[in-house]
């Protein structure tokens, strides 16, 4: 077997390279693991083990990748009974002997079992996973992927297929750069972000953040007897992950403690949601208390500690309900983000952040037909909060002509079937929540870390596969998909297309580019190459805090990603695309320039 060395430690090669069976990955059982490769592919091994200061740990070897698996380890206690809207308690146990670490744990309550309970859910949910090139030593040390799940704050798990690890470890292996990939699960929605005076009263808030924290802590303390290194941690995210990393720059007004070192966020901010306060909160927790039977109680957060899971799951998982985002505590968060961030208190480290080109098509609603419908929905019905004379100058900003709207590059086509003025709500949409924030956040994060901040646009439509999301038909021929009668042939025979020109480069396209999943990259050899690509600038930066190394510069098209700052006062972006398409290219930082900028000064009105 090939082998390739880093920091001193042996790291063997991966048997296969692209074998899209989740299962493997997910299961130790016989039942799981039935489709792996033909046995006289696999190696006979012992179940990795690793010893931890509270016990040991047996994880699963997969033969597939190479790689030891330890999965839902728990990095704090039960969240349930007098734990439950509480800040997470250690876990505090030893134990002799081993404890299986062989599937993925529960995901913390939400809204979507049918989906994210595949590995079950309840409130004894706060677990990590390890995904490592198999045989690392304790001597070994390599750089942390440490990645936090979106889903808006609301739902998720790290047990989606979708967030499978091992592709971009195997990455790395094949980079002979090897990293240690890390996930989590956290508590969403209002088990991890129910806001009253109760609730801060006590000292209880942003839950879902002191998991992460807790978790980041529970890597310093371990990380170590799993080869990974705990002074080279890089977080994380995407969507909501991407808004937690942001926070997380920002705890404690940019306290790092030594949990972290390197950022990565795709499409989010710290600024993307909403910061409301107990005004906004109070009146749903009172309803809360009111509904589980507590009003009558002396202390309504221990009645309401009391109430049966059963019970309390329906009160708060359900789809009608609010959605709860962290909130400006004086404790995690002391002020609004963009305070602290224009104040530069936060981490001062390296960072690597983007926004995919049409953001906005995830947030457009249907049915916006005139300047009337735009104008409504801006003032009255998209909790903004913006006077009419500012709406008004972003409607100027952002004018009814499609060949400057969203999705990017598509002319006067308007997709009147979402709304004749659909384009320009998704322009200002995806403005507001992601590319104005972002531009906010580059600029800040550059002033303190010119040499190492890196700024993208991701810009190439997801592959859709026709047996629906993450069930890739392996047999598909690996054609290019550049011909469209070639792409419908190939849905005709359960493969898969580009995804809907409406759609565009919608949120969370370049999760599949990042993490080189083929079930959801699909089977096109330039949309493979550029997952390589990325995949490899993603490795480079969790090593040296630089995306650019061995396998970014693949393509030999010469193509280096400069820093943010290099652009000057517009700053500079790295265009991330297809070969198809162009191929990847620097751009000045200055699309819808005035209106991105106008957005960031009425953030406040936003509660950012």
């Not at 996973?129 to 808006?152: M, Q, Y």
């Not at 942001?246 to 007004?253: E, V």
């Not at 940019?254 to 109070?282: C, K, M, P, V």
Request: some cysteine.
């Amino acid at each position: 077997m090939r082998q390739t060395t880093h920091g001193g430690c042996i790291a063997p090669m991966s048997l296969l390279s692209l074998i899209p069976l989740f299962t493997v990955l997910a299961s130790a059982s016989a039942s799981a693991t039935q489709n792996q490769i033909p046995l006289s592919l696999t190696e006979q091994r012992r179940p990795p083990l690793v010893t931890l200061r509270n016990g040991t740990y047996e994880g699963v070897y997969s033969p597939t990748f190479d790689q030891d698996f330890f999965l839902g380890m728990p990095y704090a206690q039960d969240t349930s009974g007098a734990n439950r809207f509480r800040v997470p308690q250690h876990v505090d146990e030893a134990w002799d002997g081993t404890r299986p670490a062989t599937r993925y744990g529960h995901a913390c309550p939400d809204m979507e079992p049918e989906e994210d309970a595949l590995w079950g859910m309840s409130e004894d949910c706060l677990s990590i996973n390890i995904v490592r090139p198999a045989g690392e030593t304790p001597d070994c040390k390599l750089p942390v992927l440490f990645w936090i799940h979106g889903g808006s704050y609301q739902v998720g798990t790290s047990g989606l297929d979708r967030y499978n690890l091992s592709w971009i470890v195997q990455r790395s292996v094949d980079m002979g750069r090897p990293v240690l990939a890390a996930s989590i699960n956290y508590r969403k929605g209002a088990w991890g972000l129910l806001s009253s005076v109760e609730l801060h009263g006590s000292g209880n808030t942003n839950l879902a953040l002191r998991d992460m924290r807790l978790a980041l802590a529970w890597v310093q303390e371990n990380v170590a007897a799993f080869g990974g290194d705990p002074g080279c941690v890089t977080i994380w995210g995407e969507s909501a992950g991407s808004f937690a990393v942001g926070q997380m720059l920002m705890s404690y007004g940019g306290r790092a403690d030594g949990l972290f070192h390197r950022s990565i966020q795709q499409s989010g901010s710290a600024a993307t949601a909403w910061y409301n306060g107990t005004e906004w909160y109070q009146p749903i927790y009172d309803n809360l208390v009111r509904r589980a039977g507590c009003a009558d109680a002396p202390d309504t957060l221990a009645c309401l500690r009391s109430v049966p899971y059963a019970t309390l799951y329906p009160l708060l998982s359900s789809s009608s309900k609010p959605s709860f985002y962290p909130t400006v505590d004086g404790d995690v968060l002391p002020q609004f983000p963009t305070e602290l961030l224009h104040a530069g208190r936060f981490a001062h480290i390296p960072h690597l952040y983007g926004s995919n080109s049409d953001e906005g098509t995830d947030n457009a609603p249907a049915g916006l037909d005139t300047d009337g419908d735009v104008e409504d929905f801006l003032a009255t019905r998209s909790g903004f909060g913006f006077p009419r004379a500012a709406v008004r100058r972003i409607m100027e900003l952002y004018p009814d002509d499609p060949a400057q709207g969203i999705p990017l590059g598509t002319g006067a086509e308007r997709f009147a079937h979402r709304g004749w003025q659909y384009k320009r709500a998704a322009a200002i949409l995806g403005d507001v929540f992601y590319h104005a924030p972002r531009l906010d956040d580059a600029r800040h994060y550059a002033a303190h870390r010119p040499a190492d901040t890196f700024v993208y646009r991701f810009n190439t439509r997801a592959w859709i596969s026709a047996l629906g999301p993450g069930k890739a038909n392996p047999a598909c021929e690996a054609v290019d998909g550049n011909d469209k009668n070639d792409t419908r042939r190939r849905m005709g025979k359960a493969c898969g297309a580009i995804a809907p020109a409406h759609e565009g480069v919608a949120h969370a396209t370049e999760l599949a580019f990042v993490f080189r999943n083929p079930a959801w990259l699909g089977p096109w050899p330039q949309y493979r190459a550029l997952s390589d690509r990325i995949s490899a600038m993603w490795i480079n930066f969790a090593h040296d805090g630089d995306p650019n190394g061995p396998g970014a510069g693949d393509s030999g098209d010469g193509v280096v990603w400069p820093p943010y700052a290099s652009g000057g006062a517009d700053g500079a972006n790295l265009v991330l695309q297809t070969e198809q398409q162009g191929g990847l290219y620097v751009e000045p930082d200055t699309y819808r320039l005035a209106g991105r900028e106008f957005l960031t000064q009425w953030a406040r009105r936003r509660h950012v």
